[in-house]
């Protein structure tokens, strides 16, 4: 397969993330290969969502119809299966469409058979996947699926008040909770890693490095999350399992757990002055929702449905994900981004019963983003549009969309002043080599304010996160998704003073002294005080992964970190940096 460095389509990050497979296996303290089994997917298999707990579920067959090709309840639920994990992602739970085409039966009736049949063996130049030919798919399957797209869509059960209340456990009231914290742990400098194919998380002293606890949570975790005071630690697993733990406990505990839907892939917590920890809200993918909780024992308080009209043409949507959610610090607002109708809702949480909500029209497909160095604007990438929205948190309102390259992918961005733009943000690119630089001072810098002022050119496509520290003159950009093991394993590194000079190529996944796999290097994270950056080495679930130590000052190894618990180690939270949202 060969890609050209500029131009990466999904279908060849999909087809290159398909070739990827474990190949040796743990022994000794290593999890149980049954758990690994229950939580794995291919890292970066397919960078659209995966609707990997609902395939799981099943769902009533249609009744026959006349013309309509049938399918035994057996080949019909693995026929489902393969649809929710590698098809709705694109084209939608309810197969409306969403960045793939709507698939409804008005569509492929009149389309029929042979032509679903060899769209889906072939894919198409607009980005639909090859699935036959080697992309993944047998020829009985794609025949299946073809059928089944003829069938009328199934429809996955919603999860409403009763069924989110019925998943509600308190392990420890709050009563039985220490009143000061118990254990001596620098909180600050802990870092909170997702151990994603074990529906676990690490938790790390920043000083020693040493794993200082397990705790199990929802199935193939996402994120964590800390409390404005920095006690509560919230995490998030695909299942839209939300974990509470107490950091005060010794050892720190889940003292609380909920489901707010079926899949799910967002949580955060009030951070406005006067609410901190007050409340947690977690936003699902399915049903398409968010749940207000209270904070110290996620008690669920409010559910609302995110379905509704896309900014664009208007058109009701039935399923809008909902996508990265953030804590405004001007209001007591959740800043919540629905996905596929493009609104930025800004949730005003202190009148749960009469909830004011600012909608704003920003742009479709909105996935992930931060804030400014300040604090007060937060840009949010529409991916699929190659489009940064910015809005201004303090006044509620859009202030720009930009358009920067081919699918941002900032994580939450990365702030710093540039030598001659002044404060900027910095997003990279799923489909290209650029890093785009928006200017974020509209007071000193009216001129360059919410414009891309320069692109930086890195090692390619196929990068997620961009990370620095106010503290810091590196500037990192990963590349986990380039199909190149040499690109995908390594970080370029840029000199903030001088982003002209050519990039300084860390090849992290060398220095962490696994030679198995591909060791995708994802997700840079700062410790506290700025000096150290710490880096994933991503294998397989049955491979060896790792955590890269880089001394920030020299850009040398500092430490590995390598143990057998610490399996698909992807995103790291520092405490004090993603509490204090210092990125
Ligand atoms: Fe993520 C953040 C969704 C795949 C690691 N991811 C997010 C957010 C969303 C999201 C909506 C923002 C949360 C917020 O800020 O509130 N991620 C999705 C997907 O839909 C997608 C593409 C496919 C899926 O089915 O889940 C997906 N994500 C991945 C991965 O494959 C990654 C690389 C590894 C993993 O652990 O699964 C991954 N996502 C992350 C990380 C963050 C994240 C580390 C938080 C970054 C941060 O700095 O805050």
Redesign the pocket.
Known sequence: MTISMKDYSTGALVAFALAFSPVTAFSADAPAKTDLKKHQTS??AQ??????VLRDQQVEQPGRQPGVPNLSAADYQKTNQIYFERCA?CHGVLRKGATGKPLTTKVTRENGFEYLRDFITYGSPGGMPNWGEGGGLSKVEIDNMASYLLMDPAQPPEFGMKEITASWKVHVPVSDRPKTKMNDLDLDNLFSV?L?DTGQIALIAGASKKIVSIIDTGY?V??SRMSASGRYLFVIG?DAKVNLIDMYMDPPATVAEIKVGSEA????TSKMKGWEDKYAVAGAYWPPQFVIMDGDTLKPRKVVSTRGMTVDTQEFHPEPRV????ASHYHPDFIINVKETGKVLMVDYSNLKALNVTTIDAERFL??GGMDSTGRYFLVAANARNKVAIIDTKRRKLVKIVETGNKPHP??GANFIHPKYGPVWATSHLGDETIALIGTDPKMHPQYAWKVVQKLEGQGGGS??VKTHPTSKNFYVDT?LNPEAEVSSSIAVFDLNDLDKEYEVLPIGEWSGITEGVRRV??GEYNKTGDEVWFSVWNSASQESAIVIVDDKTRKLKHVIRDKRLVTP??K?NFYNTRKDV?
């Open positions: 890292p970066g960078y659209t969502p995966k609707l990997d992602g997702t994603r193939a996402h994120i695909r892939r967002s949580v955060e996508a990265a959610i953030v996935h992930d994580g939450r997620l996160f986990p994802v997700q992807t995103g939270f990125y």
